[in-house]
């Protein structure tokens, strides 16, 4: 589980990302992200019905992309907020795939030290 000063929480903050955040898209994931200008990474998750109707594989979805980010985040640069996205495919796709995704997402667009 992430610290609570690393979570988006308020809709605002989602808000704000979706306006004016860059966006790219990956085979299971979406990130958006804008520079926030604090010392602080925050990182919302957003799974939306259309994954699953059922709230056992949306959750399932959220805790594996909260897993990866968790394990990166003393790598990911300082005063970003982040929104991660997942997409259909998520679904069907191993930790390993999910993880692979993310990770060059993340890689390409430098938000890795």
Do not use: C, H, Q
């Not at 000063?5 to 898209?25: D, Q």
């Not at 939306?48 to 968790?70: C, G, W």
């Not at 970003?80 to 191993?94: E, T, W, Y």
Request: no cysteine.
């Amino acid at each position: 589980m992430l610290p609570k000063e690393n979570r988006l929480k308020k809709e605002k903050e989602f808000e704000a990302v979706f306006k004016g955040g860059r966006t790219f898209r990956g085979k299971s994931v979406l990130l958006r992200y804008l520079i926030n200008g604090t010392n602080e990474t925050r990182i919302g998750f957003v799974v939306s019905k259309k994954i699953s109707k059922l709230a056992v594989e949306r959750n399932k979805a959220k805790r594996r992309m909260r897993d990866i980010v968790r394990l990166k985040r003393d790598d990911l640069k300082k005063g970003l907020s982040i929104v991660i996205v997942s997409l259909p495919p998520i679904k069907g796709m191993a930790f390993r795939e999910i993880k692979e995704d993310l990770e060059k997402i993340l890689s390409k667009e430098e938000l890795i030290k």
